[in-house]
């Protein structure tokens, strides 16, 4: 049985792995054939980073990712105290239904219906090229304040009711309460949304492709552009940096997440040990 | 509590990213003009593989001769239709872009592009005369110049002599791309002009005068290609017919090519039947805000230094009658191809006849639209898919109602 | 009760104003596109003209539908296997199973495609061991075994997830009230993470009914999906409204597969991942 299970799960491991080891493995074939490798060169990586489109993009995703994970948490977070506090019942459920519509809808609809937006006001102003950065920036925020909303959330209704009305009776004023009690609280909560939509922001695709204008590129753009015209092997070369720069802080973010455990697993035995004696 | 370490991490990275973002924008300069050029992919020397980067040679060229700082930003389309959707939607303002013949009628008569200045482009009298006066290759007003051809050429059908053998019957005509011995080997535009083009050919129809039962038999003959072919694509051909994982395509002559400097496999006909000779020429949009500079920009294109770089980049056929000339061109021409000069300018192209495409009515290009829906959206799957489907939504039936019913049992028992 | 201070009651206000002119007023947008013609009067053509797109329909449901199903069956032993290993193997199967998430969808798709293509490394290889030559990218095959490639990560962790969080003394108590390996599974394991499944359902059967990057690439262009549609509609051919039609009538479709689907689970909470 053990066997077995190991088994089946190397053959799907290897199934899912198989076509990115291929882009890894042919990245550094000179000859620049995807079924015959001639020779070990790092020619494609040269011609990548004399792409200067390909650096431009990459800095676009940066920023563009920064910035919109930043505003949706902002907004998200005050939203999520917002909603929490809201009294009435069915205002909640209307409010968080309404924010997760992004969530829910597929992307390319979305997508459209962004579009739609965009070009839509824009004819009514009599305005042209109106796509580019800030409708990019825009899309982006709204598709990722739901999953900061979501992170967040939970953290104030977890939070003990109790120390903020302390805070109140202590003399400190609601927004007060809310900056020195309630959001120390909820950093994780915050955090973690951050981090969710500076990911998803670096990864979208789909609904980018709707609201961009060429002279804001990202780099999954970039990778569509390169994959809808002939394919030049560099863009392989960028595939397997990118894979490699995931797949390190993966394992970053683990190795400090069981180094921690350990941390605390023993501080636990120690509490546990001084509390017996 | 891992998600702690995550988020420390993650927080790392995230200053990390806004810092090089803040540095990157830093490094710009203030003052700098962008000129966006939208080109079709694979149509402009790029500095790869040792060639001349032709924008970045612009933007030289007005830091020295102009005393301007332009930035080009240079985008690409793969189709007459989808460059269209994005100028007239006005989601996006382009200063020069480069549509084929009946495109830019089509732009001219929705008055979407800008008449050209002739005196900012000098270098208008090295194009061919075929281009100028009575032979514009577009109907139109004929006082105004609206565009300056880039590049021109022929449609042809690009085959593998390992797949194809030489006597073929079909070889020469249009018939190859329809051959079911190439079963799913074969690839058809991806773009409704084209593919209806190929059929109307083939046909012996008329591609811009044929009535509305010759579209519909054309759109027959597409139907019965749908199960011979490979798939619809524009520039993936590059890589599909390179590797070898097609054998027979329609596409244009200079792209043929690149293709066989990757792959002395291929060869290359035009159909005897007939076929579409294009021009594709830099026009300025309506909506441009640089059109001075974009003009200098058409202008410098048509230098003869520019014209050879980009004509031994694409391999398409130049209208620049200097650029015919040089020497150094037809040189490098007959290395890639000992038939090249012969297959763009010479005896093979002039060998079959060959209609330009024009623009269509609007209830013809709305025809056309649906037709082309129409054919894309007729896919025929196989049984077996119907059946697995079939199988599932009963399993998902079943498995509701046993859970719905389960349910009543329980609520019974608990009552 | 206290009444709310001002700054509670302002705290949602940016969120309602962005909710309202970014997720609400879009989907408007999709609807008055989808209910006018091209001078801006009241139509029903465009929803009336989706009966020409019925094929499309049934094609993206049944290929979704399939890719869904074959995902579970996959996904679920390998979630079962995986919450079954030791702890720290555990560790190092996460990242693997991570990784593939975080990789560009572009990029995965691309290279399943260079991996099957005619002359590929699998052809190539099946040739060799004396096979025909097979042809897989342009079939409908090719299209379904993108989605579930891309999608199978989406599948696993959730049902992985809520695997990990279900108390072993339930199994205990299964075994020792007699039941085996199989009847744990069906009658305990498996209700106990409905949950799990119903959300890694979700988050394949969404975006595979409404994708058109693995349909371009694997199917060739020959199979012409829900996605595939849409985005012809807005990128290539200016009708915005037949594209706002279908993309109105899409949504309605999945909200109702997702209603359907929320029936199997019998708990409140949704677990999302």
Same mark, same amino acid.
């Given at each position: 049985?053990?066997?077995?299970?190991?088994?089946?799960?190397?053959?799907?491991?290897?199934?899912?792995?198989?076509?990115?080891?291929?882009?890894?493995?042919?990245?550094?074939?000179?000859?620049?054939?995807?079924?015959?490798?001639?020779?070990?060169?790092?020619?494609?990586?040269?011609?990548?980073?004399?792409?200067?489109?390909?650096?431009?993009?990459?800095?676009?995703?940066?920023?563009?990712?920064?910035?919109?994970?930043?505003?949706?948490?902002?907004?998200?977070?005050?939203?999520?105290?917002?909603?929490?506090?809201?009294?009435?019942?069915?205002?909640?459920?209307?409010?968080?239904?309404?924010?997760?519509?992004?969530?829910?809808?597929?992307?390319?609809?979305?997508?459209?219906?962004?579009?739609?937006?965009?070009?839509?006001?824009?004819?009514?102003?009599?305005?042209?090229?109106?796509?580019?950065?800030?409708?990019?920036?825009?899309?982006?925020?709204?598709?990722?304040?739901?999953?900061?909303?979501?992170?967040?959330?939970?953290?104030?209704?977890?939070?003990?009711?109790?120390?903020?009305?302390?805070?109140?009776?202590?003399?400190?004023?609601?927004?007060?309460?809310?900056?020195?009690?309630?959001?120390?609280?909820?950093?994780?909560?915050?955090?973690?949304?951050?981090?969710?939509?500076?990911?998803?922001?670096?990864?979208?695709?789909?609904?980018?492709?709707?609201?961009?204008?060429?002279?804001?590129?990202?780099?999954?753009?970039?990778?569509?552009?390169?994959?809808?015209?002939?394919?030049?092997?560099?863009?392989?070369?960028?595939?397997?940096?990118?894979?490699?720069?995931?797949?390190?802080?993966?394992?970053?973010?683990?190795?400090?997440?069981?180094?921690?455990?350990?941390?605390?697993?023993?501080?636990?035995?120690?509490?546990?040990?001084?509390?017996?004696? | 509590?891992?998600?702690?370490?995550?988020?420390? &991490? $993650? *927080?790392? /990275?995230? %200053?990390?990213?806004?810092?090089?973002?803040?540095?990157? #924008?830093?490094?710009?300069?203030?003052?700098?003009?962008?000129?966006?050029?939208?080109?079709?992919?694979?149509?402009?020397?790029?500095?790869?593989?040792?060639?001349?980067?032709?924008?970045?040679?612009?933007?030289?060229?007005?830091?020295?001769?102009?005393?301007?700082?332009?930035?080009?930003?240079?985008?690409?389309?793969?189709?007459?239709?989808?460059?269209?959707?994005?100028?007239?939607?006005?989601?996006?303002?382009?200063?020069?872009?480069?549509?084929?013949?009946?495109?830019?009628?089509?732009?001219?008569?929705?008055? &979407? $592009? *800008?008449? /050209?200045? %002739?005196?900012?482009?000098?270098?208008?009298?090295?194009? #061919?005369?075929?281009?100028?006066?009575?032979?514009?290759?577009?109907?139109?007003?004929?006082?105004?110049?609206?565009?300056?051809?880039?590049?021109?050429?022929?449609?042809?059908?690009?085959?593998?002599?390992?797949?194809?053998?030489?006597?073929?019957?079909?070889?020469?005509?249009?018939?190859?791309?329809?051959?079911?011995?190439?079963?799913?080997?074969?690839?058809?535009?991806?773009?409704?002009?084209?593919?209806?083009?190929?059929?109307?050919?083939?046909?012996?129809?008329?591609?811009?005068?044929?009535?509305?039962?010759?579209?519909?038999?054309? /759109?027959? %003959?597409?139907?019965?290609?749908?199960?011979?072919?490979?798939?619809?694509?524009?520039?993936?051909?590059?890589?599909?017919?390179?590797?070898?994982?097609?054998?027979?395509?329609?596409?244009?002559?200079?792209?043929?090519?690149?293709?066989?400097?990757?792959?002395?496999?291929?060869?290359?006909?035009?159909?005897?039947?007939?076929?579409?000779?294009?021009?594709?020429?830099?026009?300025?949009?309506?909506?441009?805000?640089?059109?001075?500079?974009?003009?200098?920009?058409?202008?410098?294109?048509?230098?003869?230094?520019?014209?050879?770089?980009?004509?031994?980049?694409?391999?398409?056929?130049?209208?620049?009658?200097?650029?015919?000339?040089?020497?150094?061109?037809?040189?490098?021409?007959?290395?890639?191809?000992?038939?090249?000069?012969?297959?763009?300018?010479?005896?093979?192209?002039?060998?079959?006849?060959?209609?330009?495409?024009?623009?269509?009515?609007?209830?013809?290009?709305?025809?056309?639209?649906?037709?082309?829906?129409?054919?894309?959206?007729?896919?025929?799957?196989?049984?077996?898919?119907?059946?697995?489907?079939?199988?599932?939504?009963?399993?998902?039936?079943?498995?509701?109602?046993?859970?719905?019913?389960?349910?009543?049992?329980?609520?019974?028992?608990?009552? | 009760?206290?009444?709310?201070?001002?700054?509670?009651?302002?705290?949602?206000?940016?969120?309602?104003?962005?909710?309202?002119?970014?997720?609400?007023?879009?989907?408007?947008?999709?609807?008055?596109?989808?209910?006018?013609?091209?001078?801006?009067?009241?139509?029903?053509?465009?929803?009336?003209?989706?009966?020409?797109?019925?094929?499309?329909?049934?094609?993206?449901?049944?290929?979704?539908?399939?890719?869904?199903?074959?995902?579970?069956?996959?996904?679920?032993?390998?979630?079962?296997?995986?919450?079954?290993?030791?702890?720290?193997?555990?560790?190092?199967?996460?990242?693997?199973?991570?990784?593939?998430?975080?990789?560009?969808?572009?990029?995965?798709?691309?290279?399943?495609?260079?991996?099957?293509?005619?002359?590929?490394?699998?052809?190539?290889?099946?040739?060799?061991?004396?096979?025909?030559?097979?042809?897989?990218?342009?079939?409908?095959?090719?299209?379904?075994?993108?989605?579930?490639?891309?999608?199978?990560?989406?599948?696993?962790?959730?049902?992985?997830?809520?695997?990990?969080?279900?108390?072993?003394?339930?199994?205990?108590?299964?075994?020792?009230?007699?039941?085996?390996?199989?009847?744990?599974?069906?009658?305990?394991?498996?209700?106990?993470?409905?949950?799990?499944?119903?959300?890694?359902?979700?988050?394949?059967?969404?975006?595979?009914?409404?994708?058109?990057?693995?349909?371009?690439?694997?199917?060739?262009?020959?199979?012409?999906?829900?996605?595939?549609?849409?985005?012809?509609?807005?990128?290539?051919?200016?009708?915005?409204?037949?594209?706002?039609?279908?993309?109105?009538?899409?949504?309605?479709?999945?909200?109702?597969?997702?209603?359907?689907?929320?029936?199997?689970?019998?708990?409140?909470?949704?677990?999302?991942?």
């Amino acid at each position: 049985m053990k066997f077995l299970s190991r088994f089946y799960m190397a053959l799907i491991f290897f199934i899912l792995y198989a076509p990115i080891l291929v882009v890894i493995v042919f990245s550094f074939n000179g000859s620049g054939s995807l079924s015959h490798f001639s020779d070990f060169s790092l020619h494609w990586y040269r011609e990548l980073f004399r792409d200067g489109e390909a650096l431009s993009a990459l800095k676009n995703s940066l920023f563009l990712a920064v910035t919109s994970s930043v505003f949706a948490t902002v907004i998200g977070t005050f939203a999520a105290f917002g909603i929490s506090r809201a009294k009435r019942r069915y205002y909640q459920v209307a409010v968080e239904t309404v924010s997760k519509i992004p969530m829910m809808n597929p992307d390319i609809v979305t997508g459209v219906s962004m579009m739609l937006l965009f070009v839509g006001v824009a004819s009514i102003l009599k305005l042209s090229n109106v796509l580019g950065l800030w409708t990019m920036l825009i899309a982006h925020t709204t598709f990722n304040l739901p999953y900061v909303i979501l992170s967040v959330l939970p953290k104030f209704r977890q939070m003990d009711k109790s120390l903020t009305e302390a805070a109140l009776d202590l003399g400190c004023t609601p927004a007060q309460t809310f900056f020195r009690v309630e959001l120390p609280f909820i950093v994780p909560g915050v955090i973690s949304g951050l981090m969710m939509s500076f990911t998803l922001s670096l990864d979208d695709f789909v609904i980018s492709h709707f609201v961009s204008s060429p002279d804001f590129k990202t780099l999954p753009l970039y990778i569509y552009n390169q994959t809808a015209h002939e394919v030049k092997f560099s863009m392989y070369a960028l595939c397997t940096l990118l894979i490699f720069v995931i797949l390190i802080l993966l394992i970053a973010v683990n190795l400090a997440g069981s180094a921690e455990d350990r941390k605390l697993r023993k501080k636990n035995r120690a509490g546990a040990k001084g509390g017996r004696g | 509590m891992m998600k702690k370490r995550i988020l420390s &991490l $993650l *927080a790392c /990275l995230l %200053l990390l990213a806004m810092s090089t973002t803040l540095l990157a #924008s830093c490094g710009e300069t203030e003052d700098s003009v962008t000129l966006y050029v939208y080109n079709w992919g694979e149509y402009i020397s790029d500095g790869s593989d040792g060639s001349l980067d032709v924008n970045a040679a612009f933007e030289e060229y007005c830091r020295e001769e102009l005393g301007l700082n332009v930035t080009v930003n240079y985008s690409t389309y793969s189709s007459n239709e989808s460059m269209y959707a994005k100028i007239s939607s006005g989601s996006a303002a382009y200063d020069v872009i480069i549509p084929s013949d009946y495109m830019i009628e089509r732009l001219v008569a929705e008055e &979407l $592009l *800008a008449p /050209l200045d %002739l005196s900012l482009i000098p270098n208008y009298a090295y194009i #061919s005369e075929e281009f100028k006066g009575e032979n514009v290759y577009y109907e139109g007003d004929s006082d105004l110049v609206y565009s300056i051809p880039y590049f021109y050429g022929m449609v042809g059908i690009i085959y593998n002599t390992r797949d194809v053998a030489e006597d073929e019957e079909s070889l020469g005509s249009w018939d190859l791309m329809w051959d079911a011995d190439y079963t799913a080997n074969i690839l058809q535009f991806n773009n409704s002009r084209d593919a209806f083009g190929t059929a109307l050919y083939k046909l012996g129809y008329d591609v811009n005068e044929a009535t509305d039962a010759q579209w519909r038999e054309a /759109l027959e %003959l597409l139907r019965q290609q749908k199960a011979v072919i490979q798939g619809y694509v524009m520039d993936e051909i590059f890589n599909k017919m390179k590797s070898g994982s097609a054998a027979v395509a329609a596409y244009y002559a200079g792209d043929f090519f690149s293709m066989y400097e990757d792959n002395e496999d291929l060869s290359f006909f035009y159909p005897r039947e007939g076929t579409n000779r294009y021009v594709d020429a830099m026009c300025v949009p309506a909506a441009s805000q640089n059109k001075e500079l974009a003009m200098h920009y058409i202008n410098f294109m048509c230098n003869e230094e520019i014209g050879v770089a980009n004509a031994e980049y694409t391999y398409y056929a130049s209208p620049l009658t200097t650029v015919i000339a040089n020497a150094e061109y037809q040189e490098c021409m007959s290395e890639v191809h000992e038939n090249a000069m012969e297959i763009l300018y010479g005896e093979m192209a002039s060998s079959v006849p060959t209609q330009p495409y024009m623009n269509l009515t609007p209830e013809r290009l709305t025809m056309l639209n649906s037709l082309w829906e129409e054919l894309k959206v007729e896919s025929s799957i196989g049984d077996g898919i119907y059946v697995c489907c079939g199988l599932i939504l009963a399993a998902l039936l079943a498995l509701l109602i046993y859970h719905i019913l389960k349910k009543r049992r329980w609520a019974k028992l608990y009552d | 009760m206290k009444k709310q201070s001002v700054f509670e009651r302002l705290a949602n206000a940016p969120h309602l104003v962005w909710s309202a002119l970014f997720i609400i007023a879009p989907l408007l947008f999709v609807v008055y596109f989808a209910f006018t013609d091209r001078d801006g009067g009241f139509t029903l053509e465009n929803i009336l003209s989706l009966s020409s797109y019925s094929g499309t329909f049934v094609m993206s449901l049944g290929f979704s539908l399939i890719a869904t199903t074959v995902c579970f069956l996959i996904g679920y032993p390998l979630a079962y296997c995986m919450s079954r290993a030791s702890e720290k193997s555990r560790t190092i199967l996460m990242v693997l199973l991570m990784l593939p998430m975080w990789i560009s969808l572009l990029i995965r798709t691309y290279s399943l495609m260079a991996l099957l293509d005619n002359g590929g490394l699998v052809s190539t290889f099946l040739t060799r061991l004396g096979f025909q030559k097979l042809t897989f990218i342009g079939t409908e095959g090719a299209v379904i075994l993108g989605m579930i490639y891309d999608f199978l990560p989406y599948m696993v962790l959730p049902i992985y997830t809520s695997m990990t969080k279900l108390d072993k003394r339930y199994l205990e108590a299964a075994n020792d009230l007699g039941c085996n390996g199989w009847q744990t599974l069906f009658k305990v394991i498996l209700p106990l993470t409905t949950p799990g499944i119903v959300s890694g359902v979700t988050m394949v059967f969404v975006p595979s009914i409404s994708t058109f990057y693995i349909s371009q690439k694997l199917g060739g262009g020959s199979f012409d999906l829900l996605g595939d549609t849409i985005e012809r509609q807005f990128q290539n051919a200016v009708t915005y409204h037949t594209g706002a039609a279908i993309s109105l009538v899409m949504m309605i479709l999945i909200l109702i597969s997702l209603a359907v689907m929320n029936k199997f689970s019998d708990s409140e909470e949704d677990i999302i991942v």
